[in-house]
């Protein structure tokens, strides 16, 4: 069977989607193009800034797409078969991702552009905040783990190529680290000179391009160059990445965020377009299997665990923290909300899907002989430029640095969050307090990260795997919880059947499967045969896990109690529309 039929099948889905529903969606928000929104009534052109759609886009988009929409999609295909994991990201995206991020995106503008947290807050309790904040902390750390440790593994690992020629690691470490050099020396000349924005993108996007070709011929070997062996170096990148986080978090907006969101954004739909056009071009079809069970072979079952393995690509928390920590500030336009929010989402699952591709061109024993997700991803993206003449290492360069794009400004946003939540738990303000907060937040991913794990031959785990599963439960129960305190305030606000429809049943399904799966990890770690003689675990994920149950049970009991709270003040009717010429 071909991949392009059923790449136009997922891309219709999505397009008829954000046609259809996201005009739906917009009707039941009431999404009014007059109303003045925080950008404008509180622009300091610092935090609150009004932006363009096509320039907002961008940022968001890079923003929210990490890793998650790559490997995720990858590691579900390859347990349970391409089908379910497909399907998975086109209902998910469409019903519940989307809705996730519009009604978000929506609820932090109609309160002054605050954070999820400060909506559940004015609709819930101030019990119901603190616990929130605190599960957006331990999710942020998950995530930091699982994100940094997964681009350190692509530093260290290489990949025997189809002439025999070797792929290096230690290359794409000196492309990402040229990638990271360009936004910096980009936004020191947008800010202290009369560069535009327009011919900045023009200069840079080429440079972008060539430290790619540059990277596999000057390869920075941080083994070769202290003497370390793979797995050292690997836990040596995880620190120095953290490090990154440390810094990047602390300096301006404009200096490092903000253009690399602009370059990160255009590197990532020309690596959609390229995947498009290979997939056009190119004649691929499929080798995987559809579906290999409900039970994978290392006896995860599909339910729950195909719903969080596939985090970002079809559902996640951590866009609520986006849109309504960064996004939410800079939206012209309360219409421009379904372009950003619904939209960038359902371009998010076709990220997914295209992911997913990379699977399903790959026989079963070509899949288990590819050690990470980002090879896997990055392999594929090759084998859809090869039809364009491309060199397959330059075309592998570019598919491992476009992922490592997408996970970079992951990094620093989610350190920079955790940053505020520890700042508003604590009152620390001031410059000590954003070091401090900042310490903690980076620093705590350190505990984990350097533990190192075995399987039962003795082979060394890498951590991302550990905690890949956590991360997508905390991720999907975040996304749970925030549906939670949207369907609060929209059913204060409104009182109207539909809420619980479109928000209220998304709602129950993603606390179903993000809670199942915690309580299973909290299972596996503390009722065994073996806990009696061993006594309590010393693996992190079952205690983590039954910490964001018990924190998530809180916030539930907090909603069910604010259901029969004094209704919000209603929201001024929709505008009507002009009447049409000659009516």
């Known amino acids: 069977m071909y991949l392009l039929p059923i790449v136009i099948f997922a891309a219709v889905c999505l397009a ?57 999609p990858i590691l579900a295909g390859i347990m349970f078969g391409w089908l379910p994991a497909l399907i998975w990201i086109l209902v998910g995206s469409i019903f519940i991702g989307g809705v996730h991020d519009i009604t978000a995106l929506v609820a932090s503008v109609r309160h002054k552009a605050r954070s ?33 440790d997964i681009v350190a593994a692509s530093f260290v690992n290489d990949l025997t190529l189809d002439d025999n020629q070797t792929f290096k690691g230690s290359g794409v470490a000196s492309s990402s680290l040229m990638y990271l050099a360009l936004p910096i ?229 989610c350190t920079r969050l955790g940053r505020y939540i520890i700042q508003e738990l604590t009152g620390m303000t001031g410059k000590s307090g954003r070091w401090i907060a900042t310490a903690v937040t980076a620093g705590t991913p350190v505990l984990f990260i350097l533990q190192t794990q075995v399987d039962a031959t003795g082979k060394v785990i890498p951590a991302w795997r550990v905690f890949w599963n956590l991360f997508g439960a905390s991720n999907q129960l975040l996304a749970a919880l925030t549906l939670v305190g949207v369907t609060v305030w929209l059913w204060r606000t409104y009182r109207a059947r539909w809420v619980f429809f479109v ?12 809670t199942w799966a915690l309580l299973l990890f909290v299972r596996n770690g503390f009722f065994t045969p073996e806990w009696n003689s061993k006594g309590l675990p010393s693996d992190p994920v079952p205690w983590a896990a039954l910490v964001l149950v018990a924190l998530a049970l809180l916030v539930l009991v907090e909603a069910l109690r604010s259901f029969r709270g004094t209704p919000a003040a209603p929201l001024a009717p929709p505008p009507q529309p002009a009447p049409a010429l000659g009516a």
């Not at 989607?17 to 928000?29: D, E, S």
């Open 16 to 72: 008829s989607a954000y046609i259809v529903y996201g005009k739906v969606l917009a009707r039941l928000l009431r999404l009014d193009p007059n109303a003045v929104t925080p950008a404008h009534e509180m622009r300091d052109d610092i935090d609150y800034a009004p932006i363009e759609p096509k320039f907002l886009m961008s940022q968001h988009f890079s923003a929210i797409a990490a890793a998650g929409p790559i490997v995720g």
């Open 116 to 148: 999820i947290a400060e909506v559940v807050r004015v609709h819930m309790s101030r019990r119901s905040y603190v616990l929130f904040l605190l599960f957006i902390w331990i999710a942020l750390v998950y995530i930091i783990v699982a994100f940094t």
């Open 185 to 413: 020396v980009m936004g020191l000349l947008l800010r202290f000179t009369r560069l535009s924005i327009g011919w900045a993108t023009v200069i840079f996007l080429p440079l972008v391009a060539l430290s790619i070709g540059l990277g596999q011929s000057i390869p920075f070997d941080l083994g070769a160059l202290f003497g370390l062996n793979p797995v050292q170096a690997h836990k040596a990148w995880d620190v120095i990445l953290l490090l990154y986080c440390f810094v990047a978090s602390l300096v301006p907006l404009w200096f490092l965020l903000q253009p690399r969101g602009h370059l990160g954004g255009y590197f990532l739909y020309f690596a959609l377009a390229g995947g498009a056009l290979g997939l056009i071009l190119g004649g691929a079809h499929t080798k995987y299997p559809a579906f290999i069970g409900w039970t994978a072979a290392n006896g995860s079952m599909l339910a729950p665990m195909l719903f969080i393995t596939i985090a970002c690509g079809a559902c996640s928390g951590f866009h609520s923290i986006i849109a309504s920590g960064t996004t939410s500030k800079q939206l012209r336009a309360e219409t421009d909300a379904k372009v950003i929010g619904y939209g960038a989402m359902l371009l998010e699952g076709m990220v997914a899907v295209v992911s997913l591709c990379c699977v399903m061109m790959l026989t079963r024993e070509q899949a288990a002989t590819i050690k990470e997700p980002s090879f896997i991803y990055a392999k594929g993206l090759a084998s859809f430029l090869g039809v364009l003449h491309i060199p397959e290492s330059v075309a592998l360069a570019f598919g491992m640095l476009a992922f490592t794009t997408f996970v970079y400004d992951t990094l620093d946003v």
């Open 503 to 514: 928000v209220g049943l998304p709602t129950v399904f993603m606390y179903i499967m993000s």
